[in-house]
Structures are given as structure tokens and as C-alpha cells.
């Protein structure tokens, strides 16, 4: 019984021992030693891809003037109803044709004292995917009553088709950098740590001016659609080896 009340004490002593000391292994290593830390290199890339555009936001309108607010309107919305049919008579159906403004507005004296009649606007926006029928659109239009001018916009239809590329190109640009600073500091690029973008999404929409009205109806109305530039940057971190 002796010996078996000592076994006990000992093994309650190792237990209290081992409760109280330190254990390495939730330390992370030997006391004294510290991780090392990843090596990295991060590096800025960019890229830009050109492109012809495949779509034109042609904007027109129809503006007239009666001395009753309700002639007014009734005038302009015929007016605006033969250039919709001038257009649609172009292939534009319904889908690619939106109102974007209509308003009536007095119109004053010189002295501002009464009103002497009423002005209303109204303007479409026809979305064009046939870059050879912009002219001719508009030419249609005029020639049906458009006497307004907003512009024309030309845009990309995949505007996401040119920007994977630049951004493609933009991490090889990336990693060529990365490679030539390695080299120079006598070391290798690993694997990608991360990798952002940092440019702003997708192509800027190109906008154009075009002179309406007389001039238009008297000859074709000429439109060259013109390059759109898609640029892409990102920012990448590697490993170094």
C-alpha cells in the first residue's frame, strides 16, 4: 500500500508539471525563433485593345411653336410620328427606338410681361446596329420633320469582349515587369498572390456631333465611325523563388 500511495503522489506531481509548463507546440516553434516572411513582388500592368464600334445612339428630335400649348403638342407629336416611321421604314424597330425628352415651355415677350405662345420638344433615340445606315438614318429623319440634334454616340455591342483582352494583355504586361525586376535582383517569380483590377470598367462610349437641317437634306449626311480604345490596368502580386 506504501509503495502504491507513492506511485500516485508521483504521478500527481508530473500531471501539476505538465500543466505548468509551456507547450511548444501551441507556440509555434522554439522559443527565440521567428517565421520568415513571404518574399513578394507587385507589380502595376496595363493594356488597351482598339475596335471598331458596332452600334450608334443617334439621338433626334422635333421642336414647334403655336400659340395654344395644346397646338403645340398636337403639331410635335405629328410631327415626331413621321420621323418614327421614317425610321422604322430604315429597318429600326421598335426595340431600338426610346423617348428620351418631351417638354412644353411658354414663350414671352420681350419684356417678359405676358406669354405670347408655346414651344414643345420631343426627342427619340434611335440605336443603330448597321454603322453604313447612320447617314441615312438621319438623313430619313430630317427629311420626315427632325429638326433637333443630340449627337451621335458609337459604341461597342460586347463592350465585355474588348476589355477581357486589354485585361488579358494587362497581367502579361504585369508579368513581364515582375520578370525583368526579378532577374535584376538575381531572383525567380512564383505563383500569382493576388491580382486586382484597377481601371475603370468597360470602353467610353464615343460621342460625335452631326450638323442636322438643311445642310443634311441637300447632300448625304457623312458619319465615320471612329476607333474606340478599351484600356485595362491591374495590379499583381507574385512570389518570389
Known sequence: MKRIGLVLAGVLVGALIALQAPSLAQSGGTPGTTGTQQRTITVNGTASINAKP?????????????????DAMDQ?????????????????????LATTDVSLNPMWNNDGSSIVGYQAENSVTATIHDMGQVGKAIDAAVGAGANLAGGITFKLSDANQGLNQALAKAVQNARAKADAMAAAADTTVGQVVTIAETSSPGPLPYAERVAYGAAAQ???????????ETQATVTVTWSLV
Open 218 to 228: 441637300a447632300a448625304p449626311t457623312p458619319v465615320n465611325p471612329p476607333t474606340i
Open 54 to 70: 458596332d452600334e450608334a445612339d443617334v439621338s433626334l428630335g422635333v421642336h414647334t411653336q403655336a400659340a395654344k400649348a395644346q
Open 76 to 96: 410635335n407629336a405629328a410631327k415626331m410620328n413621321q420621323v418614327i416611321d421614317a425610321l422604322k421604314k430604315m429597318g429600326i424597330g421598335d426595340a431600338d
